[in-house]
């Protein structure tokens, strides 16, 4: 079973600045990787899928990158509405989350 | 419009069983899987299975086997989540999510159940 482990757990950052979130497979998982964002109270929010494709209406701040085992989740200029915890995917199993937060 | 909607909250007591359903509008449900999401709170996302409509084909989080039974009636467009002897541990949000293929992402999400268990 793939594991996937998010770091750092807690990303404390001020708006306008870039958020860089990794996500890390114990065997490759070739680009089959998407990216989640959930705010409180909300359902999980399709962000990124096939490592690097953004879902439909997901602002272009947000972009994915990586193959095999290394993954990355960057928001290029933190907005308010960015702060919410993301989680990566791979079939059947999620990341343990990456809380973006404000400083 | 592609919509996924669930069923209220419940409030359970331990040993009860309880059903929750996820009905799926603005698409074909035959051809897409859903899946269900647990997230206990203050936690993360746990991935518990899927069934695909079309046909019932059903997997499970070997985490999940056994403990609950997911199911569907494409008659209807509505999969189901359900325990036939509920614990307390059992008390989490849960979420259903569409998806295309089991390698494909969960594109759209219904707005959860809450599923509570107390004596």
């Known amino acids: 079973e793939i594991v996937l482990t998010q770091s750092p757990a807690t990303l404390s950052l001020s708006p306008g600045e870039r958020a860089t979130l990794s996500c890390r497979a114990s065997?490759?998982?070739?680009?089959?990787l998407a990216w989640y964002q959930q705010k409180p109270g909300q359902a999980p929010r399709l962000l990124i899928y096939d490592a690097s494709n953004r879902a439909t209406g997901i602002p272009a701040r947000f972009s994915g990158s990586g193959s095999g085992t290394d993954f990355t989740l960057t928001i290029s200029s933190l907005e308010p509405e960015d702060f919410a915890v993301y989680y990566c995917?791979?079939?059947?199993?999620f990341g343990q989350g990456t809380k973006v937060e404000i400083k | 419009e592609v919509q996924l909607v669930q069923s209220g909250a419940e409030v359970k007591k331990p040993g009860e069983s309880l059903k929750i359903s996820c009905k799926g509008s603005?698409?074909?449900?035959?051809?897409?899987?859903i899946g269900w999401v647990r997230q206990m709170p203050g936690k993360g996302l746990e991935w518990m299975g899927i069934i695909y409509p079309g046909d019932s084909d059903t997997r499970y989080s070997p985490s999940f086997q056994g403990q609950v039974t997911i199911s569907a009636d494409k008659s209807i467009s509505t999969a189901y989540l359900q325990w036939s002897s509920l614990k307390a541990s059992d008390t989490a949000m849960y979420y259903c999510a569409r998806k295309r293929g089991y390698s494909y992402p969960d594109d759209y999400w219904g707005q959860g159940t809450l599923v509570t268990v107390s004596s």
């Open positions: 995917q791979q079939e059947g199993t």
């Open positions: 065997q490759s998982v070739s680009s089959y």
């Open positions: 603005g698409y074909s449900f035959t051809s897409y899987w």
